[in-house]
Nanobody, 123 residues
């Protein structure tokens, strides 16, 4: 079993900053892509940012230049630094990780999700 635990959400004023963290734990052989998604009320879940194990990143156009994704492979942890936050960034933010589990002779790969952390941007 693999668990993803997010932290760092909360209430922030427009223009403020927050840093989200997500740690993967469990019977992990390796972690491939890790990323952050968000879902605002009444909207579909969307990709915010993703990072490969090699450090290649991908960002949604709506947050480019404001958010930065990074990861610590030794800790199986991914971070999302969010600056210049706007009210439209308000959403539940979910961590996602593509994880290889099992043994080196018998393994499987699947996506796992965290339970989400609420980010509210409001004055």
């Amino acid at each position: 079993q693999v668990q993803l635990v997010e932290s760092g959400g909360g209430l922030v004023q427009p223009g403020g900053s927050l840093r989200l963290s997500c740690a993967a734990s469990g019977s992990i052989l390796s972690v491939n892509d890790m990323g952050w998604y968000r879902q605002a009320p009444g909207k579909e879940r969307e990709l915010v940012a993703a990072c490969t194990s090699g450090g290649t990143t991908n960002y949604a156009d709506s947050i480019k230049g404001r958010f930065t994704i990074s990861r610590d492979n030794a800790k199986n942890t991914v971070y999302l630094q969010m600056n210049s936050l706007k009210p439209e960034d308000t959403a539940v933010y979910y961590c996602n990780a593509n994880v290889k589990t099992g043994s080196f002779v018998r393994w499987s790969v699947q996506d796992y999700w965290g339970k989400g952390t609420l980010v509210t941007v409001s004055s």
